[in-house]
């Protein structure tokens, strides 16, 4: 297995395993390998070295599409920001499922920049063509803001997936509309490594205007690459990097983590063992009658327990709660890594049979 058997336990807190999120742990060894064989390196900066190039190499082949640009930002909320504010003009908004990170946990970063979040309700954290057509039906003339870019998530905040037909149907509507097609990919790896995933990258490729390779949630220590397919948003994006602080002196640093992570498919492993851990987890409550808030099937889920339950098993897991189901319910986030072991999910599993044996 790719993954070390470690111990992973919240630092302070004794027998406490965490599953509060994916990027709790360092890197993956083997980025950390190429870290250390590369550290007394004299690199260029700003993304301009030997290393950033490979990366790119790398992942284009995957791509299958040597015309896009990509450039390495240092976390997921700094390339929406970056994205959005760069390619829409001032009067412009962005669609996005209610539950969508932009319109949720990123601080109103993107209100921030002048630009509105048009919040749509989403099924399982999903937009739809239906959803986008009415926002366009909603924004009709100047007195409003005018619909210019839709954004999804794969994973959604939610953990589900898009499949090709999902995606290719927004890709028409964008198309048809002249909307922009943005995906944030913080959690790619773990939907493309779903077993109902039906898309590669080159589909995504294919049928979105820009996206990004999630790094962060996926192995490395920071970074996620950002992927330019359309043309006419290319043009002088580096000065907009720089602008909004995001052009990193020692950008050789992501460079290297995503030239390691795009080696002998790590990527694409690591992903699938976070879906692996969840995968047992998810066996274990269905098996107990846990409803779910969420489909099952990627890295985070999304079971609902009583009270009580979640009061029992915070004394041994760390996790967040969701939302409040009922006066009795709550539905809590379980999240799984690249990094969680055998161990981590078997304790947990044992520990969910107890609870609802009792």
């Given at each position: 297995?790719?993954?070390?058997?470690?111990?992973?336990?919240?630092?302070?807190?004794?027998?406490?395993?965490?599953?509060?999120?994916?990027?709790?742990?360092?890197?993956?060894?083997?980025?950390?390998?190429?870290?250390?064989?590369?550290?007394?390196?004299?690199?260029?900066?700003?993304?301009e070295d030997v290393h950033t190039e490979r990366a790119k190499k790398a992942i284009k082949k995957y791509l299958h599409a040597d015309h896009a640009d990509?450039?390495?930002?240092?976390?997921?909320?700094?390339?929406?920001?970056?994205?959005?504010?760069?390619?829409?003009?001032?009067?412009?908004?962005?669609?996005?499922?209610?539950?969508?990170?932009?319109?949720?946990?990123?601080?109103?970063?993107?209100?921030?920049?002048?630009?509105?979040?048009?919040?749509?309700?989403?099924?399982?954290?999903?937009?739809?063509?239906?959803?986008?057509?009415?926002?366009?039906?909603?924004?009709?003339?100047?007195?409003?803001?005018?619909?210019?870019?839709?954004?999804?998530?794969?994973?959604?905040?939610?953990?589900?997936?898009?499949?090709?037909?999902?995606?290719?149907?927004?890709?028409?509507?964008?198309?048809?509309?002249?909307?922009?097609?943005?995906?944030?990919?913080?959690?790619?790896?773990?939907?493309?490594?779903?077993?109902?995933?039906?898309?590669?990258?080159?589909?995504?490729?294919?049928?979105v205007d820009v996206f990004y390779i999630g790094g962060t949630k996926n192995g490395a220590l920071l970074g996620e690459a950002l992927v330019i397919l359309?043309?006419?948003?290319?043009?002088?994006?580096?000065?907009?990097?720089?602008?909004?602080?995001?052009?990193?002196?020692?950008?050789?640093?992501?460079?290297?983590?995503?030239?390691?992570?795009?080696?002998?498919?790590?990527?694409?492993?690591?992903?699938?063992?976070?879906n692996e851990m969840a995968g047992k987890i998810a066996a274990v409550l269905k098996k107990c009658g846990y409803s779910l808030l969420a489909p099952a099937?990627?890295?985070?889920?999304?079971?609902?327990?009583?009270?009580?339950?979640?009061?029992?098993?915070?004394?041994?897991?760390?996790?967040?709660?969701?939302?409040?189901?009922?006066?009795?319910?709550?539905?809590?986030?379980?999240?799984?890594?690249?990094?969680?072991?055998?161990?981590?999910?078997?304790?947990?599993?044992?520990?969910?049979?107890?609870?609802?044996?009792?």
């Amino acid at each position: 297995m790719v993954v070390p058997e470690w111990k992973t336990t919240i630092t302070g807190l004794s027998n406490m395993y965490s599953f509060m999120n994916d990027y709790s742990e360092g890197a993956h060894p083997a980025i950390l390998d190429l870290l250390i064989k590369s550290n007394l390196e004299q690199n260029e900066g700003y993304g301009e070295d030997v290393h950033t190039e490979r990366a790119k190499k790398a992942i284009k082949k995957y791509l299958h599409a040597d015309h896009a640009d990509i450039h390495f930002i240092p976390g997921g909320t700094q390339t929406n920001l970056l994205a959005i504010s760069s390619f829409l003009r001032p009067h412009e908004c962005v669609i996005a499922a209610d539950t969508g990170h932009i319109n949720v946990h990123e601080t109103g970063a993107i209100e921030a920049t002048g630009h509105k979040v048009i919040a749509m309700p989403g099924k399982d954290g999903k937009l739809t063509p239906d959803l986008i057509q009415k926002a366009l039906d909603f924004h009709t003339d100047e007195h409003m803001v005018k619909p210019k870019m839709v954004y999804i998530s794969d994973t959604t905040e939610l953990g589900t997936i898009y499949t090709k037909a999902e995606l290719s149907a927004i890709h028409r509507i964008c198309k048809t509309n002249d909307l922009i097609l943005f995906m944030d990919g913080a959690r790619l790896a773990s939907a493309l490594t779903c077993e109902k995933n039906d898309l590669e990258l080159k589909d995504i490729a294919e049928l979105v205007d820009v996206f990004y390779i999630g790094g962060t949630k996926n192995g490395a220590l920071l970074g996620e690459a950002l992927v330019i397919l359309k043309d006419e948003l290319k043009e002088d994006f580096r000065y907009l990097i720089k602008q909004k602080g995001a052009l990193m002196a020692k950008g050789f640093v992501i460079g290297i983590q995503f030239e390691a992570l795009f080696q002998n498919n790590l990527y694409f492993e690591l992903g699938a063992h976070a879906n692996e851990m969840a995968g047992k987890i998810a066996a274990v409550l269905k098996k107990c009658g846990y409803s779910l808030l969420a489909p099952a099937g990627t890295n985070q889920l999304f079971p609902i327990l009583t009270n009580e339950e979640i009061s029992k098993l915070k004394q041994k897991f760390a996790f967040s709660v969701q939302k409040k189901v009922d006066e009795s319910h709550s539905a809590i986030r379980l999240v799984t890594s690249w990094a969680t072991t055998l161990k981590s999910v078997e304790e947990l599993c044992s520990f969910l049979e107890k609870l609802r044996a009792n």
